[in-house]
């Protein structure tokens, strides 16, 4: 990995003079993406700025990497910071001399930026309480972190047609979208995984295909493999638009794909040894006979032991908080911070004392389920986006609070500002994406409304789009709905199951 990591480094200078070429105006945007995106950066809507990626694996942020982000935020006077739906953090409004400087200080912290963008594997996803949580079938992160050091060799041995996103699961809740990613492991009661491939939330979504069951955890490597052999031999490298694996569905059939993928295992265990250690880190620490309660506090599988959830507004902190949260964890044995596929961070490992003293610091997030709700970057930073998402939920939230709903009257919404799904809107009990729709002659900002989305294993399924709604409408859309539901003393989840024809009825109001 050491020689891996000299490597990135050495391709820096290369990075850092395509950047300045672009900030003089002397590479295209189109040009510059292109190759930026294989170094975890892009250049925010309208060039003057650049954002990075940090890859994290798991969602894992030690507490040697909160460190760095905290003296990152300081040194650059960075302003604002995102938690994405792929557990990464990114930082935004960032200069041409930060983003370069900061891609190589982020290797000396141990974090990898290379193929947070472009045609590469991007961050591994695992469960982001894998290990603590109560009830898991067992710890995945092991084989998380073990796969993601396993594909950053590929970046740079093997040419994808797009990017490959790898994530493991350790529970039927599947927070990671094990089911339906490009390849999937969920984990299963019996200490094994079972195996999904060619699935993806965006455009013309798909769930995965499944592949296999009774994985051993020590030979996921092998499927990794398997995957990327099959996705450079079936993969659509002439047509960008097609060029993510769930379309080899399209292309072979899901028995065909099947057959194609297990083709390509088979001469992977032929001619390979790609066994891995798949013991867990041993956590040592223990109570200190406090018990700690609250709506945020959750106990761990280690009796006394305890993790605290944090979700900022739309995965956007204060960027100060970093530096509160090294602060405050830096003495705590063991507690660190895990990223949430849905922008939620968790505190994990803390006894009694601690727990407390970090739901504490942590007040500033949602009050309630609705205020969890996740939004892509949005339109203001992203080069894609046509909606302001993050500027949506932030109205919203602001309007309803005026109400003063009880916690579950409304429920969490996921937004994104285009189809490309990073809000994940298409497996959201309601979802939004963005576009535009003309109305009397004037083109209005507007997001398409999805219903009944879910991630749950065995549940899974992609919400129905019902119409548009003008972005100025959506305020109005969840007070009413939460008056609905309040009045008949429900959780929206409730009302939802009873009247289902009245959520239609009243959103029709507003859809076009």
């Known amino acids: 990995m050491e020689n891996l990591l000299q490597e990135f480094r050495g391709e820096l200078a290369g990075f850092q003079e395509m950047t300045e070429k672009f900030y003089a105006g002397e590479v295209s945007t189109k040009e510059y993406k292109g190759f930026s995106g294989g170094f975890g950066s892009y250049a925010q809507k309208g060039g003057r700025a650049s954002m990075l990626r940090l890859r994290l694996p798991g969602g894992r942020v030690t507490k040697e990497k909160l460190r760095f982000i905290a003296d990152a935020i300081e040194e650059y006077g960075i302003d604002k910071v995102h938690f994405t739906t792929c557990q990464t953090v990114q930082f935004h409004n960032l200069s041409a001399k930060a983003t370069c400087e900061l891609i190589e200080k982020a290797l000396d912290a141990g974090i990898v930026t290379r193929g947070g963008g472009g045609d590469f594997p991007r961050n591994v996803m695992a469960s982001p309480l894998s290990g603590a ?17 396993y594909l950053l060799g590929m970046i740079k041995a093997v040419k994808m047609p797009r990017k490959l996103k790898v994530c493991f699961s350790n529970s039927p809740a599947n927070e990671t979208h094990a089911t339906f990613r490009d390849l999937g492991f969920a984990a299963q009661a019996d200490g094994t995984f079972t195996v999904y491939s060619a699935g993806g939330l965006g455009k013309n979504p798909r769930m995965g295909v499944k ?3 009774h994985v051993e955890p020590s030979d996921v490597l092998y499927y990794v493999k398997a995957m990327v052999d099959t996705f450079v031999a ?3 490298y002439e047509n960008r638009g097609r060029a993510r694996t769930r379309y080899m569905q399209d292309k072979l059939g899901a028995e065909g794909y099947r057959a194609a993928f297990l083709e390509k295992l088979a001469q992977v265990k032929a001619e390979e040894n790609l066994k ?11 109570e200190d006979g406090t018990e700690a309660s609250g709506k945020r506090i959750i106990p761990q599988k280690q009796e006394g032991l305890y993790a ?6 739309g995965g956007v902190p204060a960027v100060t908080k970093f530096g509160e949260l090294y602060g405050l964890l830096k003495d705590m044995k063991d507690a660190e911070l895990r990223i949430g596929p849905d922008e939620t961070v968790y505190v994990v490992n803390l006894n009694g004392s601690e727990a407390v003293k970090v739901e504490a610091a942590t007040e500033d997030g949602a009050q309630n389920l609705f205020e969890t709700s996740v939004s892509c970057i949005g339109s203001s930073i992203c080069q894609i986006g046509l909606r ?5 939920l932030a109205a919203v939230i602001e309007e309803v609070r005026k109400h003063g709903f009880a916690d579950g009257v409304l429920p969490r919404i996921h937004i994104s500002g285009c189809s ?3 809000g994940t809107h298409q497996i959201g009990t309601l979802g939004f994406h963005g576009g535009v729709k003309r109305v009397d002659g ?3 900002p507007a997001f398409t409304f999805h219903v009944n989305g879910s991630d749950s294993e065995g549940e899974e399924r992609f919400g129905e789009e019902w119409g548009m709604m003008l972005q100025k409408d959506m305020p109005a859309f969840f007070v009413e709905m939460g008056k609905a539901v309040e009045a008949e003393d429900m959780t929206f989840d409730e009302w939802f199951s009873a009247y289902p024809e009245r959520l239609r009825e009243l959103a029709g109001k507003y859809l076009y």
């Open 388 to 392: 302001d998402s993050q500027g949506a």
């Open 211 to 213: 592949i296999a069951e």
């Open 234 to 236: 079936y993969g659509d």
């Open 420 to 422: 490309s799904s990073c």
């Open 442 to 444: 004037v083109v209005e």
């Open 308 to 313: 605290v959830a944090w979700h900022p507004l």
């Open 133 to 149: 949580e109560q009830g898991e079938y067992f710890d995945v992160l092991p084989m998380a972190e073990a796969v993601s050091d």
């Open 276 to 286: 891995i250690n798949t013991e867990p880190e041993t956590l040592k620490k223990t």
